[in-house]
């Protein structure tokens, strides 16, 4: 645990300094929100597909950020994905139902940073209006802190698993202005979250040989701010 709060300090730290560095040398900076949905598959295909039916679901996040007149940009995310299935026992790879209801919640922070491909604005003069149509593309990679929950209605305290894991992320998208303080984006998002599968050799991904907890993402985004 001191471990991942000392990558959460650096992380934090980091963004900080970037952020009050370029504000210092520019003359605006645009700060955003945003909420978006989107679909998420797991790389554990056969541990979520056993247990949930499927290894893809719905996923609802929110955050902000900030955009720095030199095209940087850092924001903060935070998601959820619930879905409701049955616990299960894997045996030489044949999936029996043990008819436990069981529910898999799991909760992402994420830290991201990266680059828009935009024109800079022009510091000697009043930088052009964006037109609705214009598309702007960007990349970033960043940390995540994954919350991974397990309950049934059976469960004692030795089944439920409440465990935290530490990731990262590489993402891109497009961002379509729709009015002064409106826009929308479309992103893509790989995740990997390393060793947080699989701990318990009674489970089904340690059955399957699947550790890691993240996945592909597809989503669209509400964006309000500049």
């Known amino acids: ?8 300090r650096v992380v934090l730290a980091g963004v900080v300094t970037l952020t009050m560095t370029s504000v210092a040398h520019a003359q605006s900076v645009q700060v955003r929100g945003f909420f978006d949905v989107g679909g ?11 247990i949930l039916g499927s290894s893809t679901g719905i996923v609802f996040g929110g955050g ?18 619930r ?39 022009n510091r000697t003069r009043r930088p052009p209006a964006r037109t609705p149509h214009s598309i702007v593309p960007y990349v970033g990679g960043g940390v ?22 530490t990731g990262y992320h590489l993402m891109g998208g497009v961002d379509i202005p729709i009015a002064k303080w409106l826009g ?15 701990a318990n050799p009674s489970s089904a991904a340690a059955a399957f040989g699947e550790t890691n907890l993240g996945g592909t993402t597809f989503r669209v985004k509400v964006v309000i701010g500049r």
């Open 1 to 8: 645990m001191s471990g991942v709060l000392r990558i959460r």
């Open 40 to 50: 998420i598959s797991f790389t554990a295909n056969d541990t979520f597909k056993a």
């Open 64 to 81: 902000g950020g900030v955009v720095l007149p030199n095209n940087v940009f850092a924001s903060v995310r935070a998601s959820r994905f």
């Open 83 to 121: 879905k409701n299935g049955e616990r299960v026992f894997v045996q030489d790879g044949e999936v029996f139902d043990l008819g436990i209801a069981n529910t898999i919640t799991i909760t992402p922070l994420e830290i991201t940073g990266g680059y828009r491909f935009a024109p800079k604005p």
């Open 144 to 165: 995540s802190w994954y919350r991974y929950q397990e309950t049934d209605e059976f469960a004692t305290s030795g089944d439920e698993t409440a465990q935290r894991f």
């Open 184 to 198: 929308a984006a479309g992103e893509v998002q790989w995740t990997s979250v390393p060793n947080a599968l699989g």
